[in-house]
């Protein structure tokens, strides 16, 4: 009763073009078939005790196949372990971080906001293909590492606005301003109130982003 090739309860066509039979596509019937009516298939597996049947193939296998999705070519493996491996090598896809709908007009593009400014409609890029301009030469998924520059004002990898939202909500308290690349200010109270009109529209961006996120996430178009 166990069914060792995990086959559907379904139908297969025989693909024998004079035989044309149907019957369950379980791993039980599938080798009484093939015992009974096509002792030559048998033979040509070489007398497995049991046959399976791929519906991919449409064709009588010994081995159930592992096949890659991403080759159209009937690709196969033998085990699910080689075939992850091959999807990692020969497949690997780095998506981008979703473009921020207010595109140039992003009050936080130079760096409060995660989405991407500078690059648009890219979606993903495979380990053959060269890092588009305007895409931060920090982040490098396919090395494990992340630009963690919260005030980075390029482009970045899917996972850029969830490390913002993450990171942010994890300070206990909003840091303050960096001073580093602001303007120089000759007078300290006119520099005081710049401050605090960019904490506000900070935080004004930050929840915009939130939500924008949460649009995205609603959409359910994350990968
Ligand atoms: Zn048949
Ligand atoms: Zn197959
Ligand atoms: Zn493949
Ligand atoms: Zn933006
Ligand atoms: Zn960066």
Redesign the pocket.
């Known amino acids: 009763m166990a069914n060792p090739m995990n086959m559907e309860t379904r139908f297969f066509c025989?693909?024998?073009y004079t035989?044309?039979?149907q019957h369950p596509l379980t791993f039980e019937s599938v080798t009484e078939?093939?015992r009974k009516?096509?002792p030559g298939i048998m033979k040509n597996l070489g007398y497995p005790k049991t046959v399976g049947f791929c519906t991919k193939c449409t064709s009588y296998t010994r081995f159930k196949h592992f096949h890659c999705h991403e080759c159209h070519d009937g690709f196969h493996f033998r085990t699910e372990a080689e075939l992850t491996a091959h999807l990692k090598e020969a497949h690997a896809k780095w998506y981008f971080e979703y473009d921020c709908k207010y595109g140039s007009e992003c009050h936080g593009k130079s760096g409060a906001c995660g989405f991407n400014h500078l690059t648009s409609g890219l979606g993903y890029i495979t380990n053959d293909d060269p890092i588009p301009g305007g895409v931060c030469r920090y982040d490098r998924p396919w090395d494990g590492k992340r630009c963690h520059n919260l005030h980075c004002r390029f482009d970045h990898f899917r996972g850029r606005v969830k490390f913002l939202i993450d990171t942010r909500a994890a300070a206990a308290a909003p840091e303050a301003p960096e001073a580093e690349y602001e303007d120089d200010f000759e007078e300290d109270d006119r520099r005081a109130a710049e401050e605090d009109d960019r904490r506000e529209a900070d935080e004004e961006y930050e929840r915009e982003c939130y939500e924008q996120y949460c649009d995205v996430l609603r959409g359910g178009d994350i990968i």
Do not use: L, R, Y
């Open positions: 025989c693909p024998v035989c044309g039979q078939h093939v009516v096509h």
